[in-house]
T-cell receptor, first 112, second 113 residues
Framework: AQSVTQLDSHVSVSEGTPVLLRCNYS??????LFWYVQHPNKGLQLLLKYTSAATLVKGINGFEAEFKKSETSFHLTKPSAHMSDAAEYFCVVSSGYSTLTFGKGTMLLVSP | DSGVTQTPKHLITATGQRVTLRCSPR?????VYWYQQSLDQGLQFLIQYYNGEERAKGNILERFSAQQFPDLHSELNLSSLELGDSALYFCASSVAGTGIEAFFGQGTRLTVV
C-alpha cells in the first residue's frame, strides 16, 4: 500500500522569499516520487522526479526536492518565489506494482 | 506540449446523456490513466490501462467505462450523466505501468446542464 500526505493545503509567500511545500509518503517498497504543478485551467506538468538515484533532485523553474528516507519526506523548495509560481502543486508516489497516488495538493499563493 | 492529446476540449451536454472522451497517448507510451478533477472532490484517479488491459481501478462509477484500443488510444465513456459529473477530465500516459512519471493532456471540460 502507498499514500501521500501534503501537509499544507495553502502556502502564502511574498515574491523573492523561499518556498517550502511539504510532502510525506508511505510505501511498502522503494518509491518513485514526483512533483507536478497545475496552473489555473491547465493540465498537470511534471516539475521533477526521484527514482532512486541522487536524493537531491533538481527540476524545472528553479525547484528542487530532497528525498529523505528516514523521514519519509519529499519536500519541494525554491530559493526565491516568482509571481508565475502561483499554482497548485501535487506530490505523487508510485511503488511496487501500484499506480500513481496523488496527494490532495497545495495551493501556492505569491504576493508582490 | 506533453504529447498527450485529448478531444474534445470542451463538452456541454444535458443530464441523462452519454458522452465519449478520447485520449491519444504520447508516441511509445503503453499506459493510459484517466482522472477526474472537480472543485469539491479534487483530483480523483479513475482507471489505468496498460497495453490494452485494465491495470488499476480507482473511484470510477459504474456509469463510467473505459477502454484502450490496439493502437493504444483510449476512450472514457460517461453515461446517464448527472449535474455532479461536471468536471475536468484528464488523460495521462506513461511508458511503463508503474514507477515512472506520467504526462498529462490538457483535459476535457465537461459541463452537464
Amino acid at each position: 500500500a502507498q499514500s501521500v500526505t501534503q501537509l499544507d493545503s495553502h502556502v502564502s509567500v511574498s515574491e523573492g522569499t523561499p518556498v517550502l511545500l511539504r510532502c510525506n509518503y508511505s510505501s511498502s517498497y522503494s518509491p518513485s516520487l514526483f512533483w507536478y504543478v497545475q496552473h489555473p485551467n491547465k493540465g498537470l506538468q511534471l516539475l521533477l522526479k526521484y527514482t532512486s538515484a541522487a536524493t537531491l533532485v533538481k527540476g524545472i523553474n528553479g525547484f528542487e526536492a530532497e528525498f529523505k528516507k528516514s523521514e519519509t519526506s519529499f519536500h519541494l523548495t525554491k530559493p526565491s518565489a516568482h509571481m508565475s509560481d502561483a499554482a497548485e502543486y501535487f506530490c505523487v508516489v508510485s511503488s511496487g506494482y501500484s499506480t500513481l497516488t496523488f496527494g490532495k495538493g497545495t495551493m501556492l499563493l505569491v504576493s508582490p | 506540449d506533453s504529447g498527450v492529446t485529448q478531444t474534445p476540449k470542451h463538452l456541454i451536454t444535458a443530464t441523462g446523456q452519454r458522452v465519449t472522451l478520447r485520449c491519444s497517448p504520447r508516441s511509445g507510451d503503453l499506459s493510459v490513466y484517466w482522472y477526474q478533477q472537480s472543485l469539491d472532490q479534487g483530483l480523483q484517479f479513475l482507471i489505468q490501462y496498460y497495453n490494452g488491459e485494465e491495470r488499476a481501478k480507482g473511484n470510477i462509477l459504474e456509469r463510467f467505462s473505459a477502454q484502450q484500443f490496439p493502437d493504444l488510444h483510449s476512450e472514457l465513456n460517461l453515461s446517464s450523466l448527472e449535474l455532479g459529473d461536471s468536471a475536468l477530465y484528464f488523460c495521462a500516459s506513461s511508458v511503463a505501468g508503474t514507477g515512472i512519471e506520467a504526462f498529462f493532456g490538457q483535459g476535457t471540460r465537461l459541463t452537464v446542464v
